[in-house]
């Protein structure tokens, strides 16, 4: 995909230049941005100025000094973009690293809360296809689901309520996207609160 839009824009690229012998940092901006055109999304990055000095003439021809900017700032741009879209599915390169990630997550929940077993009355846990609910009698049931569309873990709690956790890649924790509180954090916190005891979490 990025070989053939390269491709499609050195063409009207050769064009903008046939008719140019020699050729400034201002008309390589110009030829390039003219070449880019057609693509939204890299227009705003081609239409910048090139360099202080509006009036030095490139040393080479124009098509081939024009092909070379063209070539940067598309591998640049190109780049911003992966990074953005990375970012945007929760810092999961494919749909596999989120389940991976996720359930691992989902099955440390399960382990945690199971010291509850001998404590809690009619205490319940079970995780299927994605869906984890830890039900503690009189306390009410909490439910945590993996949402794979978004990339995140959705969480229903008859103390805080419905909260959605997305992934921080920097921390490598799930944290919630209205004021960052850590799943496991809120975890302990809460069964504290409803069953009077500390359970072991990995944070």
Known sequence: MIARRFSILTRSLARSCKSMTSISVTQVSQAVAG??????ALWGAYRKPLSESQQQVCPRSPFYCAQATLFSHFVSSSSRTNAEEVQNQGGFPTERDFHVVADE????VQASVDALEDVVED???????GVLNIGMGPHGTWVLNKQTPNRQIWWSSPLSGPLRFEYDVATKMWVTTRDRRELFALL???????AGIDIRTRT
Not at 35 to 40: E, L, N, Q, T, V
């Open 123 to 129: 205490y319940e846990a079970n995780l299927s296809q």
């Open 35 to 40: 070449a880019a055109r057609p693509s939204k």
């Open 105 to 108: 997550t989902l099955d440390e």
């Open 188 to 194: 302990r916190e809460e069964v504290k609160r409803v």
